[in-house]
Every structure is written in structure tokens, then in C-alpha cells.
């Protein structure tokens, strides 16, 4: 009986050690884990959404269920505290929608705000992938997502199951793959077009 009973512990303690050992790399990036003098500028570029996860499908996945793939692209606005977010979203009926964002550095934080959405607030998550960006988006009471971008539109699996334990150590069991079965729209000098 005791054997039994201790073998029940030692199996009940390694799964949690497990959870816990696994859950604990899930750290959102401090000030301090970054470059200050390379931040944001480090980000520039075209980044590839590679998938998206949250608590529910629906608000904060579902504008993500009819798109196939996307590709974005940061730079520096107008100054050095405004980051130009240009995005071309290939739709599964294969439409191509330009969109645009502006983020706000925030100083002395690694966290973004967005534009014209004040209550919403963008923060840097580390990743197992060093050529890849895990952002939470948080909206209160409409969206809380954590979204993985790559510099390249494909991903190793241990990638993909580095954002899923990421996912779901934030209690975000939905997760949404892009297909990428179409081909990436392209982004115009001047703009985004289809």
C-alpha cells in the first residue's frame, strides 16, 4: 500500500515539476534583456505570421480564421518612438488586404502601445527561436493573444512547440497554424496592393 501511494506521489510530483520547469521559461523580456542602444531597431524588417493562440476562438482568433498567410514589415516612422507596422494579409480566397498600424515605444519598457487603441497593450515575450518574435496582445475585455512571427515563412517543429507550451502556459489552448498554401502578397514602395 505504501509503495503504491509513493509511487502515485513520485508520478503526480514529476508531472507538475514538468508543468512548472516548462512553464517558468515563459517569461515576458524585461528592459534589462535587451539592447537598449539596438531596441526597437532590431525588429525592423518583414517578419512572417506564423500562427496565433488564445483562451477561445472568438474575439481574439477570429479575425485570423480566413487568412492563409502573412507577411509584415517594421520600420521607424516619423521618430524614433513610432514604429510603422505595414501588414499584407493573403486571405484563403486568395485576396490580398493592406493594412497599417502605428506602435508607440513605450521608455524604459519593451511593451508597445498601439494608436488609436489606447487600452491596448503589446508586450515581447522571449523565445526558444532566434529568428522569431512572440508578441501578447491585450485588450481588456475584447483580446488577449499571443501571436509568433518569423523571419522566414517556415518553421522548425521545436519552434511551433516552443509557442505552444508558451500558449498554453498562459491558459491559451486555441491555436490557430496558417496554412501558407498561396503565395505571399507583395508590398508596393507606396503601399501594399492585391
Not at 515581447?124 to 518574435?133: D, G, V
Not at 505552444?164 to 491559451?172: E, F, L
Request: proline share 6%.
Amino acid at each position: 500500500m505504501f509503495q503504491t501511494a509513493w509511487a502515485c506521489f513520485l508520478y503526480i510530483y514529476g508531472i507538475l515539476t514538468d508543468v512548472l520547469l516548462v512553464c517558468n521559461h515563459a517569461s515576458k523580456l524585461r528592459p534589462n534583456d535587451l539592447n537598449r542602444q539596438q531596441f526597437p531597431s532590431q525588429y525592423f524588417g518583414d517578419w512572417y505570421f506564423i500562427a496565433a493562440a488564445a483562451s477561445e476562438i472568438s474575439p481574439s482568433l477570429e479575425a485570423y480564421t480566413q487568412v492563409d498567410n502573412t507577411v509584415f514589415n517594421i520600420n521607424e516612422e516619423t521618430r524614433p518612438d513610432r514604429l510603422l507596422l505595414r501588414a499584407t494579409i493573403r486571405t484563403k480566397d486568395g485576396s490580398c488586404v493592406p493594412r497599417k498600424w502605428i506602435y508607440l515605444v513605450k521608455e524604459d519598457s519593451v511593451d508597445l502601445g498601439t494608436e488609436g487603441r489606447p487600452d491596448r497593450n503589446t508586450e515581447l515575450f522571449a523565445s526558444k527561436c532566434p529568428r522569431c518574435i512572440i508578441l501578447q496582445e491585450s485588450d481588456p475585455h475584447i483580446v488577449q493573444r499571443l501571436l509568433l512571427f518569423s523571419r522566414t515563412p517556415q518553421l522548425d517543429q521545436e519552434y511551433i512547440d516552443d509557442f505552444k507550451t508558451k500558449a498554453s502556459c498562459a491558459g491559451m489552448h486555441k491555436l490557430l497554424l496558417f496554412p501558407q498554401a498561396n503565395e505571399y502578397c507583395k508590398f508596393e514602395p507606396t503601399g501594399v496592393h492585391s
